[in-house]
């Protein structure tokens, strides 16, 4: 038995930004956004004539890498201001906050204590309007509010049907900004969903589609994004919507987990360590995926899968896990951070222990 729910409108194209007063229902709004972007390419005078003859408001605080912190200090805004419409407009950090504080409008609770938790409200908050800036987290369909907590050192999503935007607006032209390293490490970001997803337990059929069409996107069109060509760029903006659709029904795994691990000890790009780890978990998992990745190499016309995804991640500038040289303190504290998360054990193919990681850790991060 399988199942598949996914309840976003999704308006996809060059231009569908401007479909945004249409969407709106009657009431205050709130805009949130991140504190540069908006700014520097005046997306925010764009924004301020869309939004023109509504009660709107701005914040502008949310940073790459969220903390407890700033979704705290955003709900309660919300729970003040009381918005009937959350407009995201930003990377995956600003929908994650942004979707989370329009949940937390009408459900009691507090950010930092919600953290990994999974369906902790009860109803729907405001109308959400996610838009995003990135071709990488696909946040605009998914249930996901990936929040940080440094001094627990904890990073995990706050889970809820509750939190899904209802519309999405999936504009390429709000991409051609970004720099060859953002769109590169978003890209890599939307890989991770997509081939995590196809790996899952809780994969689907419909999952798998999305997953693989996703993959085949940004193994064919990433580089040419990272050039600004526009066909690309939009092609990799429908990646990251897949890869968001794929991870919204089958979740994400031990890349994904480790990857926040690192983030969260070293401060470097998300999207950047989930090139680190892809490689080094396909090898961990083995036999268990060897049929998934004969699988895959025959619909997406390559050898050897690991072997042509080490070439493709090098090539795009992803490092050799080694020579980051993790420390034994850092190697613990993610291995620590990993079994912390009991959801885990849903996805994964293979199971994992804390020997296991260990071992994985040390063989990826102390080769020479």
Known sequence: MWRWYNPVKVLFGEGV????????????????????????????????????GTQWHWYDRVEPEPTWEVAQDLVEMVRDYRPHVVVAVGGGSVLDVAKLAAAMRDNPGHVRELIGVKEPF?????????????????????????????????????????CY?????????????????????????????????YLSRKASPITRLFSLEGMRLVFRYL???????????????LA????????SGAGAGLVHQ???????????????????????????YGDAVGGQLRELEARLGVKHFVGFLHRFLT??????????????EEMEAMVS???????????????VSKESLRGMLEETFCSS
């Open 315 to 328: 090539e795009l500038g992803i490092p050799e896990p080694s020579s980051l040289a993790l420390t034994e």
């Open 240 to 247: 990251s919507l897949y890869g968001g659709l794929a991870i």
């Open 165 to 197: 935007p209802d519309v999405a607006l999936d504009d390429p032209e709000l991409t051609y900004t970004a720099s060859s390293e953002i769109t590169r490490n978003a890209g890599v970001d939307a890989l991770s969903h997509c081939l995590e997803a």
């Open 17 to 52: 930004l401007s479909q945004l007063p249409t969407l709106l229902p009657a009431g205050r709004v709130l805009l949130v956004t991140g504190r540069r972007f908006v700014r520097e390419t005046g997306l925010i005078e764009r924004l301020g004539d869309l939004l023109k």
């Open 122 to 162: 009860d109803r729907k908050g405001a109308f959400v309007v996610a838009v995003p800036t990135t071709s990488g987290s696909g946040s605009e369909v998914t249930p996901y509010c990936v929040i940080m907590d440094r001094e627990r050192r904890k990073k995990a999503p706050v889970t809820s049907i509750y």
């Open 223 to 237: 580089k040419n994004a990272m050039s600004n060509e526009p066909v690309a760029r939009r092609k990799m903006m």
């Open 337 to 351: 951070f990993v079994m912390s998360r009991k959801s885990i054990v849903e996805v994964l193919p293979v199971s």
């Open 258 to 284: 480790l990857g926040h691990a690192l983030t969260f000890l070293r401060g470097l790009p998300h999207g950047f360590t989930m090139g680190i780890f892809m490689v080094p978990v396909l090898e961990f």
